[in-house]
């Protein structure tokens, strides 16, 4: 029996040194000495069986349970990380905490279906890494993440997946999964791409239109590399810009002499967007491949999105937390750190009215899933690009004030029911990825993914005390009504009444099998009932031209027409008039040239003395 207390936790200040040595009275076991950071400092926290099974058994009692499809009131018992009974009047073993929800809602923890952590990208780093990022995401109530591995032309997929794994493994906080970019097309890409579907657990794969000779494809790649998806039951995903364009434009914007954060916007508008989304799907359909366009950054790239839902397509839109909760406005602001701090790629729009046209959208399921894009850069970072536009890094903030953003402009605006937030936060995503009902549910069976959620609570978001390691805010003060105040993810309490405690490393690879049901549903049949059939008929048994020379087809000789020679008289179509003047119903078309009246004499000059309109000799 161990003889320590089973809430056992030790500042390290107050603990000493040495490591080799610290186990748990009783058992002769040693302790799991797990870095936990809290807002008093790190500690640790026992890692024995007993304390283990005590710390791991939660009681969620009195609140109100809501899911995507349905809501209602039920306690939750959580042991070793899954959900175990939802019900009333649950019998559950000794020593579990309660947690008293009465008053709030009890809901799927978020799923951020579009991050980039310590991404290497324009000669920098991205400040928030797998280990700030996650600890972020917890603290706004996202329990998983999906991350994009995204490395450079000629890199092998593989090797930037191992690569990724190594980064993200030792520091995630929270669960996490992986789409990959392909950034360049090869059969040794092919081949890799089923080795990943295969054995490494991804599902989703990336392809650019924009950033040319960086990241984009060209569009015959494109729809090879759409081709090749639907053969292994994936998704693809395309960043919608046109690269040429943009790449135009920002040359013509440097020659006006605009350099600063307003270019960015001014180089790739609204429609470059647009007609980059219009073509994605247009040559994903033709590979009858399911699309997930990502970051939806405007009205327009949102109703083609909207428009080809509604002819059958099957493609996904996802708006982002930025373009959900502020505009593009910012660019043309007098401060270039706060103009700067704002660039991302597709840009914010500076139409005004586009978050709230977004959010309509989404709250109808003309969008579908949110996520953030967060790639995060100090301003000193984004300095880089202070002559040149084109040089300061993209991306923005946002997974940790994804939820609140989401419900203060959808559901405290009465544009969306909690049901539909939760839909939009988590569930869909856990569908379109294949994770559900494992994430993206409350029910027996599923993971402890948890946020207790008060609505009557607000919070002012501001960069002094968000913690991620951006020194930038996007949404800086805004008030946000609905607020975490417990948090759970596999069963370990991390937020706890505002309290963040989090594991480095707790977190645990997520892998996302193909075919998921949400994706490839239609595709089967949509694939049999499209096929392009062959018409039955009897053979040609009639002449056939022979061609001597296969280099050269001789032109036919206007003396040899067989229609109309040139020597033909013209002939009239109708017959003349009662009166036996020319109908002017008749043709006076001919292919030999000759016109009708070719016999006539023709008058020098006929002179009007006021012809209609006026005079044109006078003066005026």
């Known amino acids: 029996m161990c003889s320590l207390p089973h809430v056992f936790r030790k500042i390290l200040n107050n603990f000493p040194e040495s490591k080799s040595d610290d186990r748990c009275e009783g058992d002769g076991q040693e302790m799991a000495r797990s870095q936990v950071e809290d807002h008093n400092g790190d500690g640790w926290i026992c890692g024995c069986e007993q304390h283990r099974s005590a710390q791991s058994r939660l009681l969620i009692k009195g609140?109100?349970?809501?899911?995507?499809?349905?809501?209602?009131?039920?306690?939750?018992?959580?042991?070793?990380g899954i959900i175990k009974q939802v019900g009333t009047n649950l019998v559950i073993p000794g020593g579990a905490r309660t947690i008293e929800a009465r008053g709030k809602l009890v809901m799927p923890g978020g799923i951020d279906t579009h991050t980039h952590m310590q991404l290497p990208f324009m000669g920098t780093y991205a400040v928030d890494d797998f280990y700030s990022g996650t600890k972020a995401a917890l603290a706004g109530g996202t329990t998983m993440i999906i991350d994009f591995v995204l490395d450079q032309k000629g890199v092998s997929l593989l090797e930037a997946y191992d690569k990724w794994r190594g980064w993200a493994d030792p520091k995630v906080c929270c669960d996490y999964g992986l789409h990959v970019g392909v950034t360049w097309w090869s059969d040794q890409v092919a081949k890799e791409m089923e080795t990943l579907c295969a054995e490494k657990g991804i599902n989703s794969f990336k392809m650019f239109l924009a950033y040319k000779d960086v990241f984009m494809l060209n569009d015959d790649e494109l729809y090879e590399s759409f081709k090749r998806i639907k053969e292994l039951g994936a998704l693809?995903?395309?960043?919608?810009?046109?690269?040429?364009?943009?790449?135009?434009?920002?040359?013509?914007?440097?020659?006006?002499?605009?350099?600063?954060?307003?270019?960015?916007?001014?180089?790739?508008?609204?429609?470059?967007?647009?007609?980059?989304?219009?073509?994605?799907i247009t040559i994903a359909n033709?590979?009858?491949?399911?699309?997930?366009?990502?970051?939806?950054?405007?009205?327009?790239?949102?109703?083609?999105?909207?428009?080809?839902?509604?002819?059958?397509?099957?493609?996904?839109?996802?708006?982002?937390?930025?373009?959900?909760?502020?505009?593009?406005?910012?660019?043309?602001?007098?401060?270039?750190?706060?103009?700067?701090?704002?660039?991302?790629?597709?840009?914010?729009?500076?139409?005004?009215?586009?978050?709230?046209?977004?959010?309509?959208l989404l709250a109808n399921n003309d969008l579908q899933v949110t996520g953030t894009d967060n790639c995060t850069f100090s301003a000193d970072q984004k300095a880089l690009g202070k002559d040149d536009?084109?040089?300061?890094?993209?991306?923005?903030?946002?997974?940790?004030?994804?939820?609140?953003?989401?419900?203060?402009?959808g559901v405290h605006s009465g544009k969306m029911d909690p049901c539909r937030f939760v839909a939009v936060t988590s569930t869909n995503a856990a569908k379109i990825f294949n994770i559900y009902p494992q994430k993206g549910r409350i029910a027996v069976g599923s993971d402890a993914d948890i946020v207790?959620?008060?609505?009557?609570?607000?919070?002012?978001?501001?960069?002094?005390?968000?913690?991620?390691?951006?020194?930038?805010?996007?949404?800086?003060?805004?008030?946000?009504?609905g607020v975490p105040v417990y948090v759970i993810t596999n069963g370990h309490v991390v937020l706890d009444e505002g309290q963040l405690k989090v594991t480095q490393g707790m977190g645990r690879f997520i892998p996302t099998p193909c075919n998921a049901e949400m994706v490839y549903g239609r595709v089967a049949k949509r694939e049999l009932a499209r096929m392009p059939q062959k018409v039955e008929r009897d053979p040609y048994t009639g002449p056939v031209v022979k061609i001597e020379n296969q280099d050269e087809v001789p032109g036919v000789k206007r003396d040899e027409n067989p229609i109309v020679g040139d020597t033909a008289s013209f002939a009239h179509s109708r017959p003349p008039t009662r009166g036996g003047g020319r109908n002017l119903q008749d043709s006076s078309f001919a292919l030999s040239g000759e016109q009708f009246d070719d016999k006539a004499p023709r008058r020098a000059q006929i002179r009007t003395s006021n012809p209609p309109g006026g005079k044109s000799s006078g003066l005026w």
């Open 63 to 80: 609140g109100k349970i809501v899911n995507d499809d349905q809501s209602f009131d039920a306690d939750i018992y959580i042991e070793d």
């Open 236 to 280: 693809g995903m395309v960043h919608a810009e046109n690269g040429h364009l943009i790449a135009e434009k920002s040359k013509e914007m440097l020659k006006m002499g605009i350099s600063g954060p307003e270019g960015h916007e001014m180089c790739r508008p609204e429609e470059v967007e647009a007609e980059a989304t219009q073509r994605a």
């Open 286 to 360: 033709q590979a009858n491949c399911p699309l997930y366009i990502v970051h939806v950054m405007s009205k327009s790239s949102a109703d083609v999105v909207s428009k080809a839902r509604r002819e059958g397509k099957v493609v996904f839109g996802e708006p982002i937390a930025a373009s959900l909760g502020t505009d593009g406005t910012h660019y043309w602001n007098k401060c270039w750190r706060h103009a700067a701090g704002h660039v991302m790629g597709p840009p914010l729009r500076p139409d005004s009215s586009t978050p709230g046209y977004l959010m309509d």
């Open 389 to 409: 536009f084109r040089k300061i890094p993209n991306g923005v903030n946002g997974v940790e004030d994804r939820m609140s953003v989401i419900w203060e402009k």
């Open 452 to 481: 207790i959620w008060d609505p009557k609570e607000s919070r002012t978001i501001s960069a002094k005390t968000h913690h991620q390691a951006v020194d930038f805010n996007i949404f800086e003060g805004m008030v946000c009504h």
